[in-house]
Nanobody
Framework: QVQLVESGGGLVQAGGSLRLSCAAS????????MDWYRQVPGEQRRLVAT???????NYADSVKGRFTISRDNAKNTVYLQMNSLNPEDTGVYYC????????????????WGQGTQVTVSS
């Protein structure tokens, strides 16, 4: 019901910036929450930032003050502006959406994107 496509990852030097995008498409009434997660080999996927449909945001302690999550509801797109990057930010970043599909409007479902690689060199 919802497809998520991430973009914007790449290789950047420490101290640099990247802006990730995640565009949602499909048949749904609304997307309640959009999140960014990060996963590195051998570790579980961890929440980096979240934003609700009303614009409330939350961040992992490790990225507070450096990352900013934003959302364009008209375009069904969420962004993650990453500044002052360091090697510890390296990983595969995944977009997640919590949405109400038109085919089953009484329920909320979670949808995941394919992930985009972010590598920060020192």
């Amino acid at each position: 019901q919802v497809q998520l496509v991430e973009s914007g990852g790449g290789l950047v030097q420490a101290g640099g910036s990247l802006r990730l995008s995640c565009a949602a498409s499909g048949s749904f009434f609304s997307i309640e929450v959009m999140d960014w997660y990060r996963q590195v080999p051998g570790e579980q996927r961890r929440l980096v930032a979240t934003i609700t449909s009303g614009g409330r945001t939350n961040y992992a302690d490790s990225v507070k003050g450096r990352f900013t999550i934003s959302r364009d509801n008209a375009k069904n797109t969420v962004y993650l502006q990453m500044n002052s990057l360091n090697p510890e930010d390296t990983g595969v970043y995944y977009c997640k959406a919590v949405a109400r599909p038109k085919s089953y409007s009484t329920s909320l479902f979670q949808y995941w994107g394919q992930g985009t690689q972010v590598t920060v060199s020192s």
